[in-house]
């Protein structure tokens, strides 16, 4: 998660003229002003398979996938504003051109993972797909975050609100939105199929489980919070889910170093599993810090 959230809308800057180091040995970009980031999120990589169509082309700590199609790519997340530029270099070197990326789709509305998207979205003229919770603070860049204030970002505009269940075409690919609430009220996961090892199995790209800070208890500008997450734990254990991928790569046992390597057999049911314990830890010391 954001690691210092000392933010303001005037200390965006612009980067340009950014360069990366020689490819075996990457640098991390600048940080932004606003505020800092681990290393991991802002260090870029060149473009890990993961799967037959499936790809890593962000950083080593987060989490930015692209699909290739006949007719299209299709981007997942992005990571932090910085990196646009990564991204649209490393499509390059994966034959996606700019007006080959059709789509935009995302995770959740944080700095962290849809930081690059307006940039992109530009770039690209790639339609962006949300749904309705999330495309707000889309639109507002971040601003007044239940959590966090004003995390902010470059603002962007969805253009196709999706439904829970539904499904998002680009030639023969089929994506399938599940909502996962509760990192934020527009939280979601997505599950499409490709092959890895000559094995055809279906892919899921689940949101963030955690609560950082979160006030779960009595919280007035999320009242049922525990209620999505619950409800969001047992979405994830029921999930098609031969392959997990997560926007923080370390939450699904991957790296992205040399290669995109699962480094722990995690699944939907381990990865929900797990992140219900260390809620109910949270939901426990709140209660004590209640009584005191």
Known sequence: MIQKFCLSAALFVAFSGMSVAAEHDPQPLPQLNAYEVPAGWRTPV??????????QIGTRGLSALLIKTSDGAILIDGGMPQVADHLLANMQKLGVAPADLKLILHSHAHADHAGPLAAVKRATGAQLISNAQSAVLLARGGADDIHFGDLLFPPVTADRILQDGEVVSLGKLD????????????SMAWTWRDSRNGKRLTIAYVDSLSAPGYQLLGNPRYPRIVDDYRNTFASVRALPCDLLLTPHPAGSGWSYEEQAVPEKAIDCRAYADSAEQRFDKQIAKQKLALKN
């Open 175 to 186: 994506l399938q939105v599940h909502f996962v609430p509760g990192h934020t009220p527009g």
């Open 46 to 55: 060149e473009p890990l398979q993961i799967a037959e169509h499936t790809w």
